[in-house]
């Protein structure tokens, strides 16, 4: 009676400690090398809760130290881990996954000896339809046929599209264009650069309210004023506005708050 007694109260303290686990924020971020991970699916199997990323692969969810958290998408292969104490001191955690594979069905070949006789081993071989269809005999004498055009009209062109002649003015035009540098294909593309008024103005178009907030922990009122804060020529000197280096934009953020968190 005493052992059970003592048992009772040691798994009682148990799940009376894992209670009281405080429940925090997780924030974190999904990556797989140079691909977006957008719409995955984030489920706390723990706490029973899930959520979705955004576009750019950020997502937060409620957890707590040793919860389970899976992540699920139809792209990449689920990614499965448990949350340590050092996870929510992190800023943002980089969670990488990988591409999904799909493999083909396992195909069976049947047991079938070949004699290297390519007109033997052809009659050897049956090949039957998988349809077995059964056609009524057709009728040309009563057969009408509309909306054909004529030999005639199909065989013979036009005078306009006859030219037998050489257009050398054409000719020589195309050969000119061909070998012309100053076109605009040979042209580098213009570098776009912004000031800080253009800057603003373009975080606030591609990042919503949550993602300064929520990820960056700046108040909604200082928004303004951090951007001002981050613009500086570095912006145009490494083209960080540029589709592709989106994600070199986020990491340059992030470390721009927390420069700006100290002051």
Do not use: W
């Not at 570095?234 to 700006?260: P, R």
């Amino acid at each position: 009676m005493k052992q059970f007694l003592l048992l009772f109260l040691i798994g009682f303290s148990i799940v009376a400690v894992s209670q009281n686990r405080k429940i925090e924020v997780f924030k974190g971020v999904l990556v797989c090398d140079s691909l977006k991970v957008e719409r995955a699916t984030i489920t706390n199997t723990t706490l029973e809760t899930n959520t979705i990323s955004d576009d750019l692969g950020f997502f937060s969810i409620y957890a707590r130290e040793g919860d389970t958290i899976v992540v699920s998408s139809v792209t990449f292969d689920t990614e499965r881990f448990v949350l340590k104490a050092s996870d929510f001191k992190k800023l943002i955690s980089v969670i990488h996954l990988s591409m999904k594979i799909n493999q083909l069905d396992e195909v069976k070949i049947g047991a079938f000896k070949l004699s290297g006789d390519l007109v033997y081993d052809a009659k050897r071989i049956k090949v039957k339809p998988p349809i077995k269809a059964d056609l009524s005999s057709i009728d040309f004498k009563n057969l009408e046929i509309t909306g054909v055009k004529t030999t005639a009209n199909l065989a013979m062109p036009r005078e306009a599209d006859v030219n037998l002649g050489v257009n050398f003015v054409k000719l020589g035009k195309s050969i000119f264009e061909l070998f012309n540098t100053n076109d605009e294909f040979s042209k580098p593309k213009p570098i776009k650069t912004y000031n800080s008024h253009e800057f603003v103005a373009e975080m606030k178009l591609r990042f919503n309210s949550d993602f300064f907030q929520k990820t960056l922990n700046i108040q909604e009122d200082k928004i303004g004023l951090f951007l001002e804060y981050c613009f500086s020529e570095e912006i145009n000197q490494k083209q960080l506005l540029e589709k592709i280096n989106g994600l070199v934009l986020i990491d340059f953020l992030v470390e721009k708050s927390i420069a700006f968190h100290k002051e």
